[in-house]
T-cell receptor, first 113, second 110 residues
Framework: GAGVSQSPRYKVAKRGQDVALRCDPI?????LFWYQQALGQGPEFLTY????????KSGLPSDRFFAERPEGSVSTLKIQRTQQEDSAVYLC???????????FGEGSWLTVV | GENVEQHPSTLSVQEGDSAVIKCTYS??????FPWYKQELGKRPQLIID?????GEKKDQRIAVTLNKTAKHFSLHITETQPEDSAVYFC?????????FGSGTRLQVQP
């Protein structure tokens, strides 16, 4: 595709619900990243994939957060039992390879009420 | 891990003036330093980047300088225009994920 595509763009979840956020990286991009951006803050790293391998998940804030990229293309970030502090924009990004330019999607805006 | 500090948090300039945003980083292994512009509700967009083997890079009205010894890098925007108003983020990377600064809200007054 022309750019990194994310869905849904906006999601309102009741506290305790599970949510799944999808990312379609740029075609052919090996590296995929998930970031969390709170209002007025810079993006914070969550996790990194190279193809289907999750090489770094050190930024995931708790075991309620889980990410996968089973075929090395589309990725899903799942948040279980959502809490109010999970409210943020979840940005997906991809790059052709490690160390190359990183391109961001428009983000999924999650509000937990 | 890497820590990136960014200053100032807000910057207001008159149209036509220059704007400078500064960042410092902690990990000497970092070798890639991009700058992103983010408008309200939009994705971060890369505006310029520099790698550790280069001290300065320029693209029209935008320039970035890097001082590896002091571990700091700066963004310079000349002849600012109202459409330059946005939040600017610096970032640093050693080859994988980026670590971002906290952002600078630039306001260009017409």
């Amino acid at each position: 595709g022309a750019g990194v595509s994310q869905s849904p763009r906006y999601k309102v979840a009741k506290r305790g619900q599970d949510v799944a956020l999808r990312c379609d990286p740029i075609s052919g991009h090996v590296s995929l990243f998930w970031y969390q951006q709170a209002l007025g803050q810079g993006p914070e790293f969550l996790t990194y994939f190279q193809n289907e391998a999750q090489l770094d998940k050190s930024g995931l804030p708790s075991d309620r957060f889980f990410a996968e990229r089973p075929e090395g293309s589309v990725s899903t970030l799942k948040i279980q039992r959502t809490q109010q502090e999970d409210s943020a924009v979840y940005l997906c990004a991809s790059s052709l390879a490690a160390g190359n330019t990183i391109y961001f999607g428009e983000g999924s805006w999650l509000t937990v009420v | 891990g890497e820590n990136v500090e960014q200053h100032p948090s807000t910057l207001s300039v008159q149209e036509g003036d220059s704007a400078v945003i500064k960042c410092t980083y902690s990990d000497s292994a970092s070798n890639y330093f991009p700058w992103y512009k983010q408008e309200l509700g939009k994705r971060p967009q890369l505006i310029i980047d520099i790698r550790s083997n280069v001290g300065e890079k320029k693209d029209q009205r935008i320039a970035v300088t890097l001082n590896k010894t002091a571990k700091h890098f700066s963004l310079h925007i000349t002849e600012t225009q109202p459409e330059d108003s946005a939040v600017y983020f610096c970032a640093a990377s050693g080859g994988r994920a980026l670590t971002f600064g906290s952002g600078t809200r630039l306001q260009v007054q017409p």
